[in-house]
C-alpha cells in the first residue's frame, strides 16, 4: 500500500506494476543524465549494490548497509556511491522500501546496460542497525574456488550458478582505495555481456608485476585484469565446463544470468506474492 505524501493525494493506495515502472523510470532516467561515474555509468557499482545487500542468509531484505557498521564493510567500499545516487529517486517515491528500491535499481542497471530482462516482485522488508550482519560474509577476490564455495553454497548457489554470476564482471572495474586490486575486466564494463568468460578463456593471463595486491593482467594490452577467484573458474574442471558454455553462447549465458539473479535478488524474503505475481518491466 503507498501512503500520499506531500503534494499527492491524501490516503492510502494499493500499489500497481504502473507505480513501478515509475520508479523504474526515474532510475533509467538517472543512469542516462548522470555520466560522471566511472567509464561513463553509474550502472555496474548499482548492480553491485543490489548484489552486496546480504541477510543472515546472503540475502536482499533489510538494506540494512544503510548504516555504518556493514556499511564501512571492507567488500562494500565504495557502494555509498550507488546509496547516493539512488537517495533522489527514494524521497520522491517515500512508499518504496530501501531493500526493494536496490534489487528493483539493480534490475534496471542490467536492462539499461543491454543485458536481460530480469523478472521482478517487490515484498522485501527494511531493518534497523540491530540487524546488520558480521563482516566475511561476501566474496574475497584474493582467495579461490574452495572460498567461492564456502561463499556461495552457504546461499542455495550450486557450481553453474557460482559461475553465472560471476558473469557480472564485465561490469565494472576495481580500485585501488577500495578492493586495493585495479582495473577492469572487460574492454566494455558498462555493457552486460559474454564478454568476461570469452576473455577468461582467450587471453594469456599473467601475474600483475606491481606493488598491490596479488592480481592478473591480461598479456597482450596489459590493461585487463582478473582476481584469482575468477581465474579460479579456469582452473576448477566443475567451474571450467560452464565458463565454456557461457563464452560460446551469450544466449545461454543471458538466459541463466537471468535465472540466478532471481534467486539472488530474492533470498532471504518472506514474500506474501506469489512467484507467478513477478513482473518484467519496461526498459
Request: proline share 5%; net charge negative; hydrophobic share 35%.
Amino acid at each position: 500500500m503507498k501512503k500520499g505524501s506531500s503534494g499527492e493525494k491524501k490516503g492510502v493506495f494499493p500499489l500497481k506494476k504502473e507505480d513501478y515502472q515509475q520508479v523504474y523510470n526515474e532510475i533509467a532516467k538517472l543512469l542516462e543524465e548522470k555520466d560522471d561515474y566511472d567509464d561513463g555509468s553509474y550502472g555496474p557499482v548499482i548492480v553491485r549494490l543490489a548484489y552486496d545487500k546480504e541477510t543472515n542468509t546472503g540475502g536482499s531484505n533489510g538494506a540494512t548497509m544503510r548504516f555504518a557498521p556493514e556499511g564501512d564493510h571492507g567488500a562494500n567500499a565504495g557502494l555509498n556511491a550507488a546509496r547516493d545516487f539512488l537517495e533522489p529517486v527514494k524521497a520522491k517515491n517515500p512508499w518504496i522500501t530501501y531493500s526493494d528500491l536496490w534489487t528493483l535499481a539493480g534490475v534496471c542497471a542490467i536492462q539499461e546496460m543491454q543485458g536481460p530482462s530480469i523478472p521482478w516482485r517487490p515484498g522485501r522488508t527494511d531493518r534497523d542497525v540491530s540487524m546488520c550482519t558480521p563482516d566475511g560474509r561476501l566474496p574475497d577476490g584474493a582467495k579461490e574456488q574452495s572460498h567461492l564455495r564456502a561463499i556461495f553454497n552457504r546461499m542455495g548457489f550450486d557450481d553453474r550458478e557460482i559461475v553465472a554470476l560471476s558473469g557480472a564482471h564485465a561490469l565494472g572495474r576495481c580500485h585501488t582505495d577500495r578492493s586495493g586490486f585495479d582495473g577492469p575486466w572487460s574492454f566494455s564494463p558498462t555493457v552486460v555481456s559474454n564478454d568476461y568468460f570469452r576473455l577468461l578463456l582467450g587471453e594469456k593471463w599473467a601475474w600483475k608485476k606491481w606493488d598491490g595486491p596479488k592480481q592478473y593482467e591480461d598479456a597482450g594490452s596489459k590493461s585487463l585484469m582478473m582476481l584469482p577467484t575468477d581465474m579460479a573458474l579456469v582452473k576448477d574442471a566443475s567451474f571450467k565446463k560452464h565458463v565454456e558454455r557461457y563464452a560460446k553462447d551469450d544466449g545461454v549465458f543471458f538466459k541463466e544470468f537471468r535465472d540466478v539473479i532471481v534467486k539472488l535478488f530474492e533470498l532471504g524474503v518472506p514474500f506474501q506474492s506469489a512467484e507467478d505475481d513477478r513482473m518484467t518491466l519496461n526498459a
